[in-house]
């Protein structure tokens, strides 16, 4: 799985930051040098991985639960806390007592315990520490402090739903690029305007 989203990603031209494989599901943290870029990556790795995992186990059809989910965010206030929020995935589902302990995981590369041809490490992780001693114990506390509830919900609903996170000037550069609306809309019909 791995393998393939590596290859995918190199040949779409898509930067990854972190990721974690689960059980049932994975997070990524990715930059896109396209805007197609994401969406033919994720289209690539698909077909790979399934391909080959029908032909492993016999089977047919999809693995996968519908598209994917994405949405934007500001690297510059909210990637560090999506990197946390991905790499301490295993441990909040009990599968490890510690994240750096989960093997299909990008922690153990920002941890400095072996390195992970797929990673990517962004600015933002790199301006933690001038050498990487500093930064790969910058990043332990940081997983160490753990995530704010509120952290997490929203990075999670963001995610979900498709909602850019970012401050103000964030979503108003985005809102310059695209037509799409930034944020939800009022729930219910729109009013009426008077004739």
């Avoid at 190199?10 to 994401?38: E, N, R, W």
């Avoid at 790795?45 to 080959?52: E, H, L, S």
Wanted: proline share 7%; aromatic share 8%; with cysteine.
């Amino acid at each position: 799985m791995l393998a393939a989203l590596q290859d995918s990603a190199a040949t779409h031209k898509v930067t990854i930051h972190a990721y974690v494989l689960m059980p049932d599901h994975l997070h990524l943290l990715a930059t896109p040098s396209s805007d197609q870029g994401l969406s033919r990556m994720m289209q690539a790795f698909g077909r790979r991985y399934v391909a080959a995992f029908n032909a492993r186990h016999g089977r047919s059809g999809t693995l996968w639960e519908g598209r994917f989910r994405a949405a934007p965010l500001d690297a510059s206030t909210h990637l560090l806390a999506a990197m946390r929020a991905i790499e301490l995935n295993p441990q909040r589902a009990g599968l490890v007592a510690a994240a750096v302990d989960y093997p299909w995981s990008s922690c153990a590369h920002h941890l400095g315990r072996r390195r992970d041809p797929l990673v990517v490490d962004a600015p933002a992780y790199w301006a933690l520490g001038n050498t990487p001693f500093e930064r790969e114990l910058a990043w332990q506390r940081c997983l160490d402090d753990g995530e704010p509830d509120a952290e997490r919900r929203l990075l999670m609903a963001s995610a979900l739903k498709g909602w850019p996170l970012g401050g103000a000037a964030f979503l108003a550069a985005l809102g310059e690029q695209t037509e799409r609306p930034l944020t939800p809309r009022r729930r219910g019909r729109p009013r009426r305007l008077p004739q």
